[in-house]
């Protein structure tokens, strides 16, 4: 039993290092914003649509990739992945031409979209119910670190190396990773058919709520997706005047407090008994922090950065979205039921990300500087960021509709 165990906690291991690893590639453009930019003469709604590329194939295979995994196994499945994440990362940095740095973010969210089902498919291979969650919470984490990893040391490398290769260096992480999946992972084939899959699927598609959760779960998603993977570090460049390696501090402190959110909105819940009551108060929690942070002009930057962490830590309770997608089906669709829920979660990068593009343009109206650089102020970040917090309204409505649930026991 104990090489089995062995193998156990590797092959898990080795889910949430892709996990990480594929979080770093997706969020890397948040410091090279200004870099590509001027580089490439974009546009910010231009920008927004060519990192946003990687979300259109990630919501787009979060289902299949369920039913590919279970017939190729999490092996082969991860290490194909992590090759592809590889490559996609390596043409996104030598990229010369939109069309390549398109191709790029298209590959990276093409193979990123397995790697947290991988963690949940090794979880149920090798570790017995109980440990679920668990499992799969310290994947989340692990997700939170890739960001974490993607903001701030990504912008040291870019100040050291230039963004060119600080990009091949994350390439060459993926490629070693991808040596490790297949020579010290075990294949393991699941019995699962295409046709209960697909019931399950017919199950939750049929049900109004689970699109509503996936509705909520998207907006409270956008501290993420239209902030801490974008325009936070813009931003805070713009209002306070600083590098982009300290701007990029903004970003940490939303995937951290977004990890940690997770937990504490699920302790909550328990205490209260109440998943629907928590959703509505940390949702109202985002909302204050977040105006605080973005348009107080009198807070410090060290004050802007406690009411972000606050922020993040209130759309955590996103997380209990997927506790209540999976009591809307049998025990034996959970997996299906966390792949519907998260591929409408991630639907708010292919949305958001260049909406606020195109407003940050919009309010821009033609402004450039004397190299015809287009400008932009903290009075456009600002227009455009509040979109976020009507989003944060439109998902406490939502609530409203999602009927209360207790914690599924077994």
């Known amino acids: 039993m104990k090489p089995q165990k062995n193998t156990a906690i590797l092959s898990i291991a080795i889910c949430w290092m892709f996990y990480l690893f594929s979080y770093i590639a997706r969020v890397e453009p948040s410091v090279l914003a200004n870099d590509l930019m001027t580089e490439f003469s974009l546009t910010s709604s231009v ?5 946003s590329m990687a979300y259109f194939p990630y919501v787009a295979m979060q289902i299949p990739c369920g039913v590919i995994t279970d017939k190729l ?36 969210g093409l193979s990123s979209a397995s790697a947290f089902l991988c963690c949940g498919k090794v979880a149920t291979d090798f ?5 679920y969650a668990m499992l799969m919470g310290i994947a989340m984490c692990m997700g939170c670190l890739g960001g974490i990893s993607g903001s701030a040391p990504t912008a040291y490398l870019v100040s050291k190396f230039g963004w060119r290769v600080a990009t091949y260096i994350i390439s060459g992480i993926g490629i070693g990773l991808t040596i490790l999946a297949m020579t010290c992972m075990r294949k393991v084939k699941s019995d699962t058919s295409e046709t209960k899959l697909l019931s399950g699927l017919k199950i939750i598609a049929k049900n109004p709520r689970a ?28 209002r306070y005047g600083i590098a982009t390696e300290k701007a990029a501090i903004a970003s940490i402190i939303l995937f951290v407090g977004f990890a940690l ?28 922090a977040f105006w605080i942070a973005i ?3 009198s807070i410090s930057f060290v004050s ?19 506790a209540v997608a999976y009591n809307l089906v ?41 190299d015809g650089i287009p400008v932009y102020n903290l009075v456009m970040y600002r227009s455009a960021f509040i979109f976020v917090i009507i989003g944060m309204f439109l998902a406490i409505i939502a609530t409203f509709f999602i009927n209360d649930v207790k914690h599924r026991e077994g």
Not at 81 to 96: E, K, V
Not at 310 to 322: D, K, S, V, Y
């Open 295 to 297: 348009y107080n002009d």
């Open 127 to 131: 570790f017995g119910k109980d440990k």
């Open 304 to 322: 802007c950065l406690m009411f972000l962490f606050l922020g993040g830590i209130c759309a955590g309770t996103n997380t209990l979205a997927f």
């Open 73 to 108: 196994g999490t092996k082969t499945m991860l290490s194909i992945s992590c090759a592809i994440c590889s490559l996609g990362t390596f043409i996104f940095g030598s990229a010369h031409s939109i069309f390549c740095l398109e191709l790029g973010r298209f590959l990276i």
């Open 211 to 238: 699109w509503i959760l996936g509705f909520y779960g998207a907006m409270t998603y956008l501290p993420l997706s239209a902030l801490a993977e974008l325009w936070v570090v813009p931003f805070m460049e713009k």
């Open 47 to 51: 920008f927004g649509f060519i990192v």
């Open 261 to 288: 959110g997770g937990v504490i909105a699920a302790w909550v819940a328990e205490k209260i008994n109440s998943y629907k009551k928590t959703i509505i108060m940390f949702t109202f929690g985002v909302i204050i």
């Open 330 to 370: 049998p025990k034996e669709f959970g997996g299906t039921s966390a792949g519907f829920t998260n591929a409408l979660i991630m639907s708010s990068g292919i949305i958001f990300q260049p909406l606020l593009g195109k407003l940050l343009d919009f309010f821009r109206n033609g402004l450039v500087n004397a």
